[in-house]
C-alpha cells in the first residue's frame, strides 16, 4: 500500500511499474526484451505473433503486456503439454511431491510481489488479495499431507485444461493446477481474458523453475477453445464462468470419454422467513461485500417474508451504508475496489436503469468514498452497492447473477412462494435460510436447490477437504475439493460423485 494520503496520479502509476520492473528481475525469462510477457509453454517461453493491454481496473491504464497465441501455436502447444505426462507420471509420489514443494518454496518466497501484482491485476484490496494467495499456498500443503491416501489405487488421466474466471487466480485456479499435477497429470491453463494473466504468468514462471509440467496459454477464446476443449490429448478440463460458455463446453464434452468438472453460475438465495436476529444477519449482510460480490458463491437474491421486509430493509442499510468503495491500494482503508472493467459497470448501471423503467423501487444506493481516490483518477469501474426492490421477472437481474455489489430483494407472503422465488435460477451453489424456528429451516433448507445450504449462516466455496459442486444448470461433471478434487482427475475404482446428464 502508498504509504501516503496525499499520492497523485504520477506516483500511483509509478508503483505499478515498480511491480512489473520487479518481476522482471524475478522472473526475467517471462518477458521479451521489450518487456511484454511470453507464453510458458512445456517448458519454452512462446512470442506470439500479437500482444494484447492488461488493463488494470484501479486507474484503467495499461498494466502490462499479454501474449495473443493463435490457434496452431494452440494446438500445439497443447501437443507438446501432452507430451510432459508420461515422464511425469512415471515419477514416484514422493518425487512429485518434491518438486511441488520446491515450488511452493518459490511461491512463498515472492509472495508479497505476486499479492501486490494480483491487486493491480484485478482490482483486489491486499488483505483480499493475500488471502487469495495464502489460500493457495495452505490448499497445496494440505493436499501434500492428505495426497497419499487419496491416490491409493488412482493414476493420473494425462493433460488436464483448466479454463477459469479471473477472480481468484489463486486459490482457485492455481491451486487446481498444482492439485492435478501433484496427482501426476500435466496441466495447461488459460489465462483469463478479464483479468489475472499478469500475476498468473509470473506464479506459472515459478512453477516452471521448480520443473513441474504446466503451462499457461493466453490469448482470445475462439483460438484457445478447440485445442484447450476438444483436442484429443486433452484428457480433463476444468472450467469456472458463466452458464452460456460453460454449456457449449459441455455440449462437447458430453460426447466424448474426456473428465470434466464444469462449475456455472447460479443465483445464490438467501430466504428469511419466522426471524429475529437481525444484527447477526447484518453482520453477514456486510460480510457478504467481499470483492464487490464478485464470487460464485456471493449471495445477492434475498427471499424475505411480507411481515419482516421493512425490518430486513433498515438492517441491510444499517449494514452496508457504512461500506467504503474506492481505490484499493491508497492510504484510506476500502471495503472493496473496483469492478474487474468499466464495461461491467456500464453493463450494471444499464440493467438497474432498464429495471428501474420497468417500475424497480431503489431503497439504497451508496456512494463512492472521495478521499479513496486520487484527484484525477479514473472511476469508470467502481460501483457502490443497491439495493432493488420489485424487479420484473422478465429483468436479467431477476433472473441471473449480477457478480456486482447489487442485490435484488424479494417479497413473499408463504414457504411455498419463498421456496420458489429461492430456486429461481434452476439450481445454485450455495443458498441459506435464516429463521428462528430449527425444524423450519431444516425443512425449507431441504427444498432449496443448491450444493450447499447454510441455516442462520452464510455458505462458501470451502477448500481443502470441502467438496464443492451444483446443482440444476450450476454444474456439470465431477465435483471437486479435497478428494473429490483428486479423483475427479485420476482414474480409479471409486465412484466419482457429480452432477451427471440422464
Known amino acids: 500500500m502508498l504509504n501516503t494520503e496525499l499520492v497523485g496520479e504520477p506516483l500511483l502509476h509509478l508503483e505499478s511499474r515498480r511491480l512489473l520492473a520487479e518481476a522482471r528481475r524475478v522472473v526475467p525469462e517471462a518477458f521479451d526484451s521489450q518487456g511484454r510477457l511470453l507464453s510458458p509453454i512445456a517448458g519454452a517461453w512462446v512470442r506470439p505473433p500479437a500482444w494484447f493491454d492488461a488493463i488494470s481496473p484501479i486507474d484503467g491504464k495499461v498494466l502490462a503486456e499479454l501474449p495473443l497465441l493463435d490457434a496452431a501455436q494452440v494446438a500445439t502447444g497443447v501437443e507438446k503439454a501432452a507430451g510432459e505426462f508420461i515422464p511425469w507420471a512415471a515419477h514416484s509420489l514422493e518425487d512429485r511431491s518434491r518438486a511441488v514443494i520446491a515450488a511452493v518454496d518459490l511461491l512463498k518466497e515472492h509472495r508479497d510481489l505476486l499479492v501486490r501484482i494480483l491487486a493491480w491485476d484485478i482490482g483486489k484490496t491486499l488483505p483480499t488479495a493475500y488471502n487469495d494467495v495464502d489460500r493457495c499456498l495452505a490448499g497445496i500443503e494440505w493436499y501434500l499431507e492428505q495426497m497419499g491416501p487419496m491416490l491409493e489405487s488412482r493414476q493420473p488421466l494425462g493433460l488436464?485444461?483448466?479454463?477459469?474466471?479471473?477472480?481468484?487466480?489463486?486459490?482457485?485456479?492455481?491451486?487446481?493446477?498444482?492439485?492435478?499435477?501433484?496427482?501426476?497429470?500435466s496441466v495447461i491453463?488459460?489465462?483469463?481474458?478479464?483479468?489475472?494473466?499478469?500475476?498468473?504468468?509470473?506464479?506459472?514462471?515459478?512453477?516452471?523453475?521448480?520443473?513441474?509440467?504446466?503451462?499457461?496459454?493466453?490469448?482470445?477464446?475462439?483460438?484457445?477453445?478447440?485445442?484447450?476443449?476438444?483436442?484429443?490429448?486433452?484428457?480433463?478440463?476444468?472450467?469456472?464462468?458463466?452458464?452460456?460458455?460453460?454449456?457449449?463446453?459441455?455440449?462437447?464434452?458430453?460426447?466424448?470419454?474426456?473428465?470434466?468438472?464444469?462449475?456455472?453460475?447460479?443465483?445464490?438465495?438467501?430466504?428469511?422467513?419466522?426471524?429475529?436476529?437481525?444484527?447477526?444477519?447484518?453482520?453477514?449482510?456486510?460480510?457478504?461485500?467481499?470483492?464487490?460480490?464478485?464470487?460464485?458463491?456471493?449471495?445477492?437474491?434475498?427471499?424475505?417474508?411480507?411481515?419482516?421486509?421493512?425490518?430486513f430493509v433498515r438492517t441491510y442499510v444499517d449494514a452496508v451504508s457504512a461500506l467504503r468503495v474506492g481505490n484499493p491500494l491508497l492510504g484510506a482503508p476500502v471495503d472493496f475496489g473496483p469492478l474487474i472493467s468499466p464495461s461491467k459497470v456500464e453493463e450494471l448501471r444499464a440493467l438497474i436503469t432498464d429495471a428501474k423503467e420497468h417500475g424497480t423501487a431503489v431503497l439504497f444506493q451508496g456512494e463512492l468514498a472521495d478521499d479513496a481516490f486520487t484527484a484525477q483518477q479514473e472511476r469508470g469501474a467502481y460501483l457502490p452497492p443497491t439495493l432493488l426492490f420489485g424487479v420484473h421477472r422478465d429483468s436479467e437481474l431477476y433472473l441471473r447473477e449480477p457478480f456486482g455489489p447489487i442485490d435484488v430483494l424479494i417479497s413473499v407472503d408463504s414457504e411455498e412462494e419463498l421456496v420458489r422465488e429461492a430456486n429461481v435460477s434452476n439450481g445454485a451453489l450455495v443458498a441459506s435460510v435464516a429463521t428462528d424456528d430449527p425444524d423450519l429451516g431444516e425443512r425449507i433448507a431441504g427444498r432449496l436447490h443448491a450444493f450447499k445450504v447454510g441455516i442462520n449462516k452464510l455458505r462458501s466455496r470451502g477448500d481443502r477437504e470441502e467438496s464443492f459442486g451444483g446443482k440444476g444448470g450450476s454444474w456439470a461433471g465431477a465435483f471437486v475439493g479435497g478428494t473429490h478434487l483428486v479423483r475427479a482427475f485420476t482414474d480409479g475404482p471409486h465412484p466419482i460423485e457429480g452432477n451427471w446428464p440422464d
Open 160 to 185: 488436464v485444461s483448466n479454463i477459469a474466471s479471473w477472480n481468484y487466480p489463486f486459490s482457485v485456479l492455481l491451486l487446481n493446477v498444482l492439485v492435478q499435477t501433484l496427482a501426476g497429470n
Open 189 to 311: 491453463a488459460k489465462i483469463p481474458t478479464q483479468g489475472g494473466g499478469v500475476s498468473l504468468t509470473v506464479a506459472f514462471a515459478l512453477l516452471r523453475r521448480a520443473k513441474l509440467p504446466v503451462s499457461l496459454a493466453g490469448g482470445r477464446g475462439r483460438d484457445l477453445s478447440e485445442s484447450l476443449v476438444g483436442h484429443p490429448r486433452i484428457a480433463g478440463v476444468a472450467f469456472i464462468g458463466g452458464r452460456a460458455n460453460g454449456a457449449e463446453v459441455h455440449r462437447r464434452l458430453r460426447a466424448t470419454d474426456k473428465r470434466y468438472a464444469l462449475e456455472m453460475e447460479g443465483v445464490n438465495a438467501y430466504a428469511v422467513t419466522s426471524f429475529s436476529d437481525w444484527d447477526k444477519l447484518g453482520q453477514q449482510i456486510r460480510a457478504g461485500f467481499d470483492f464487490g460480490k464478485q464470487r460464485c458463491t456471493a449471495y445477492t437474491r434475498w427471499v424475505v417474508e411480507q411481515s419482516l421486509v421493512p425490518k
